[in-house]
C-alpha cells in the first residue's frame, strides 16, 4: 500500500468471494441484493471500504459520446461546405381595421354587416414597420456620446489619513442632535390645553354624605327623637349615663 491518500472503494462483493467466517457471511439463503446494501455490508477488516453500486466492466468508456458531423480534417480539404440560403417566408400581415374603420365611415356605412362587406372588399393590412417592436433603423445619437457609467472620483489618501470623514460625520452627528434637542424644547414650551378629565384629576369634587331613608313623619321633629317628659328628666338620664 503506498501513498498517504484515501483509496478509492473497491468492486462491489460478490457471493463467490465470500469465504467461510468472514464478516459478510451469511447463513441460509444468500443474495446478491444483500451485498448491494450499504446499511447491511460489513466492512471487511483491513481492506478499504467497498462499493454498493453495480459498475460497467474495465473496457467501458464513461462520458458521451458524439458522433462526427463532418469528416474531419480530409472533408474540410476534399470538399467546400457553403452555407445555403434561407428561404424567407413572406409573414402574413394582419388586418389594419383602423384604416378599414375610417374608410368605412367615410363611405357611409353604420351597420356591422355593411362593416362586414367593406371588409371583404377592401382587405387592407398594416406595414411590416408599423408591426415590429423595434424599427430597422438604429437610434439616433450624438456623435461624441460615451457609453457606459462615469467613473468615481478618486479619494484622497491624505483624506484617509487625517480622519476627515470621521470628523465630517461627527460634525454631521452633533449638528443632528442639536436639532433634536431645539425640537424638543420647543414641543416642552407648549402648553398643554386641560380638559375636563385632567381638571377633575388635580381638583377631585367633594365626597357626597351618604343619607339614609326615615319615615316621613320623624324628618319633621329632627334628627333626635325626645323620649323625655321634659327637660330635667332628660339632664337627670345623662348624669346617671357618666
Known amino acids: 500500500m503506498s501513498g498517504g491518500g484515501a483509496l478509492p472503494p473497491r468492486r ?10 468472514s464478516e459478510n457471511e451469511r447463513l441460509g439463503v444468500a443474495r446478491d441484493s444483500m451485498l448491494r446494501n450499504p446499511l447491511i455490508l460489513k466492512a471487511e477488516l483491513g481492506k478499504p471500504q467497498r462499493s454498493c453500486y453495480t459498475l460497467p466492466g474495465f473496457d467501458f468508456s464513461y462520458g458521451l459520446y458524439i458522433h462526427r458531423t463532418d469528416g474531419g480534417v480530409p472533408e474540410a480539404i476534399g470538399h467546400w461546405n457553403t452555407v445555403k440560403p434561407r428561404t424567407v417566408l413572406v409573414q402574413k400581415m394582419p388586418r389594419d381595421f383602423i384604416t378599414m374603420n375610417r374608410g368605412a365611415l367615410k363611405a357611409g356605412y353604420t351597420t356591422a354587416h355593411e362593416f362586414n362587406l367593406y371588409y371583404k372588399a377592401k382587405d387592407i393590412r398594416r406595414k411590416n414597420e408599423e408591426h415590429r417592436h423595434f424599427k430597422r433603423c438604429p ?23 487625517q480622519h476627515k470623514y470621521k470628523e465630517l460625520w461627527m460634525e454631521q452627528q452633533r449638528a443632528l442632535t442639536a436639532a433634536l434637542r431645539v425640537e424638543k424644547k420647543k414641543l416642552q414650551e407648549y402648553k398643554v390645553c386641560e380638559t375636563r378629565t385632567t381638571f377633575l384629576r388635580k381638583h377631585p369634587p367633594p365626597a357626597k354624605e351618604e343619607s339614609f331613608w326615615h319615615l316621613p313623619h320623624l324628618e319633621k321633629v329632627g334628627p333626635h327623637l325626645s323620649t323625655f317628659p321634659d327637660r330635667d328628666a332628660r339632664k337627670k338620664a345623662f348624669s346617671a349615663s357618666y
Open 139 to 161: 437610434p439616433e445619437v450624438p456623435a461624441d456620446l460615451t457609453y457606459g457609467i462615469t467613473t468615481r472620483s478618486c479619494t484622497s489618501f491624505s483624506d484617509l489619513l
Open 12 to 21: 462491489p462483493l460478490t457471493l463467490a468471494e465470500v469465504e467461510p467466517g
